[in-house]
């Protein structure tokens, strides 16, 4: 990075960030600034232009946000950032993002404005005055052309993700949208390339910027062995499980990102029978020392930790390091597998790699000029045989007990009456002993992974010259697959919330995921009208959960959630799997409701 203080910036309260922030920050479980956050906050604030070289996963959304919203004056109504971000998507993570980081600011307004997403919300919006604007470019310059976007009071332009919007075909409209902008406003510019038109923007438009880049030349040792799975297909917890079951480990090291999922992890590792504790830095001293020695002799056999609670720590029973979640950088990821090969022995680092984190490893790659194999989680058979041989161990440790001649006795009654062989009346024992952590795992396929922001969504809003204005029409037309399971049939169904009770996307997968219990991800297209909405959801769900969605309220109001027919024969709607187009939909997984229940941003 050109600033070397970053290294030593070991809180966020040293970045001089407001109270409410910092407190924001520690529920969400932050413990320390990334090295981006750590460059970039501190020149943010002091009102300098950044160029930051860096990608998805490093915390750039809170580099930026976090100085944007402590230099924002609560009662100046009218924008003073604007983030601009290339897909609907990343704006609306980005916007959630903001809202998190600013849960301890009373009165604080962000309003993400998108393509595809109705004008009269956004007016609506714009008009009740508002702090931040998140938006993709074509529509912002829409808003900007109507001068329904009043950016004289703009302080800070954040262009998010500028390679991306150039690959979309954005500079046109970002540069028009940069022309619009006050001349003393401060730009910050992240791209994870610098492309030569990304860098005569940055030429022309940024005033002796900060240039922030992670640099770091760190090597990682030749005895450990380095493999990543990509998420896909199972989610983390049931892969991490398996994982666990199939390999030959000594002690484990589980490393996440923040202090509040480490207990989480801890938590649910228990629950599936496995000897884990939390390591982290609310814990004091004490209890982290004995945490340590319990790995150390062995009472325990994995801890679960954050990088700071980690650092330094030397155990050598340590015979693998899995990264549940992807370090924020390169540095980081060579700290966190050290932490296994010591004292000249071998070690094992696994790291989970989500698709849009593939750029992530690709960097590691680099910088530690090593090769991180693919690998795939173990199979059912593998699980199986491993299970077996366990459970055949236990029996065959127990072959010579104390009461043996009284059970010989038993299991001989046994044969006797029942007229069967020894060997039955084992198989019917060993079946019950093993009746609560079944051997045979079930066959139907885990859950899958709620899909992350993809390096390539396909609901991009195109670029100007190719949109269309978007028709307001009710549409009782097929309901649309999902983009990431287009194989799930989907039905429309329609709800008696609507514009006029200002509702957004996000509330309503929100309301119907939680009540439902049903995952964001399968929650498909949402178009709202005025009066009503229409949201599609997998085909033939039960009529028990229809009822509960009936009921469930949405801004005050009840859903009355019910199947749409079509108006021609009044036959309910056939599903389809017509192909997506560009709409409405708001990110799934992460709404806002689950946010900030959660308290997680981002
Ligand atoms: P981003 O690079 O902005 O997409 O952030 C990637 C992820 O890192 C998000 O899930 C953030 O919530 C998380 N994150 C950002 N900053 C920190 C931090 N200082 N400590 C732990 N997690 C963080």
Known sequence: MSDSKQDSVESFA????????????????????????????????????????????????????????????????????????????????????????????????????YGGHDMRTQLRGLQRGVHVIIGTPGRLLDHLERRSLDLSAL???????????????????????????????????????????????????????KVIRIESAAMTSDNIEQHYWLVAGTNKLDALTRILEVEDFDGMIIFVRTKTATVDLAEKLNARGFSAAALNGDMNQTLRQRTVDQLKNAQLDMIIATDVAARGLDVERISHVLNFDIPYDDEAYVHRIGRTGRAGRKGKAILFVAPRERRMLRSIEKTTRQKITQMELPTRIELIDKRASAFKASIASSLDNEHKTFFQRIVAE????????????????????????????????????????????????????????????????DAMPLRDYPEIVMERFKIMVGHNDQVTPGEIVGAIANEADIDGCYIGHIKIYENHSTVDLPAGMPDELLAVLKKTRVRQRAIKLERMVKQQDGKAEKPSRSKPRAESRSKPAKTARKTSTKKKPK
């Open 14 to 113: 040293e970045l001089d960030l407001p109270n409410s922030l910092l407190k924001v920050l520690n529920e969400v479980g932050y413990e320390r600034p990334t090295p981006i956050q750590a460059a970039t906050i501190p020149a943010l604030k002091n009102g300098e232009d950044v160029l930051g070289m860096a990608q998805t996963g490093t915390g750039k959304t809170a580099a930026f946000a976090l100085p944007i919203l402590a230099n924002i004056d609560i009662k100046q109504r009218k924008p003073q950032a604007l983030v601009l971000c290339p897909t609907r998507e990343l704006a609306l993570q980005v916007s959630e993002a903001f809202q998190a980081y600013a849960a301890g600011i009373p009165n604080f307004h962000v309003l993400p404005i």
């Open 155 to 209: 302080k800070t332009l954040v262009l998010d993700e500028a390679d991306e919007m150039l690959r979309m075909g954005f500079n046109e409209d970002v540069e028009a949208i940069l022309q619009k902008t006050p001349g003393d406003r401060q730009i910050a510019l992240f791209s994870a390339t610098m492309p030569p038109p990304i860098r005569r923007v940055a030429d022309t438009y940024l005033k002796k910027p």
């Open 414 to 477: 046994v044969c006797h009456e029942n007229e069967t062989s020894a060997e039955e009346v084992a198989a019917a024992l060993a079946y019950l002993l093993q009746k609560d952590r079944p051997i045979l795992p079930p066959k139907n396929k885990p859950k899958p992974e709620k899909p992350e922001k993809t390096e390539k969504p396909n609901n991009y809003e195109s670029p100007r010259k190719e949109r269309k204005a978007s028709k307001d029409i009710p549409n009782l037309g």
